[in-house]
């Protein structure tokens, strides 16, 4: 069976020897980027399953790689961060991250996140070959992992395009932001709730004509989301 390859990119030694060390004792295999630049490098002639992208790093950051991997890869990226304000995170998953963890960490964490990260890869890969989803404008091409609005294609990271399939295989239902966290994310996010508003923000930006009077997902405040497909 083929090794899951996964792709360290940190500039700080002991962080670097603890993740390979206990990322090998579970049979993954590891490269190592010790700056921004090489990590873009390796992950366009890599190839990798899974991204740990620190980003604070020497010549190029890790916010700016991360944006450049998502130029010609949709592969989990995990962002590793020092910074635990808000906005630092926030801006990780803008420009396409689909986790964080923020340093220091423990391990088991690291490993539960790693885990979490490759089994929605898999869920995602399992989708009907031939289902689509249409309705109002909206199409998404679930075998291709496409979206388009009004005939437009619409760029959207995994994290985004696994929070749309969610809500629109569930049209007309409110779905509470912990059954959302667990499908997306996995289980063990104690922000929850912060998570999934920022990623509906950013998801609304993408696919609604007006984010601030949105048409298809609606929010119902005490409990939850619901997507609502247009008759237009």
Known sequence: MKKVRILVAEDEPRYIWAIQTNLEARHYEVLTATDGQ????????????LILLDIK?????G?????????????????????????????????GADDYVTK????????????AALRRT????????DSTFEAGGLR???????????????????????????????????LVSDYLTERVWGSGYEE?????????HRLRRKIEADPRRPEYIRTRPGLGYVFLPSES
Do not use: W
Not at 38 to 49: G, I, R, S, T, Y
Not at 57 to 61: C, E, F, L, S
């Open 192 to 200: 929850g709730d912060k998570l999934i508003r920022q990623a509906i």
């Open 104 to 115: 220091p960490f423990s391990v088991p964490e690291l490993l539960a996140r790693v885990r």
């Open 57 to 61: 790093m020497p010549v190029v950051n």
């Open 140 to 174: 998404v091409d679930f075998a291709q992992h496409r979206v388009f609005v009004r005939g437009q294609e619409v760029e959207l990271t995994p994290t985004e395009y696994r929070l749309l399939c969610e809500l629109v295989k569930q049209p007309g239902r409110v």
């Open 63 to 95: 916010y700016e790689a991360c944006r450049r991997i998502r130029e010609f890869s949709t592969v989990p990226i995990i962002m590793i961060t020092a910074m635990a304000e808000e906005a630092n995170k926030v801006l990780g998953l803008d420009l």
């Open 122 to 129: 898999e869920f995602a890969e399992g989708a009907p070959p």
């Open 38 to 49: 090489q990590a873009v490098q390796l992950a366009a002639d890599e190839q990798p399953d």
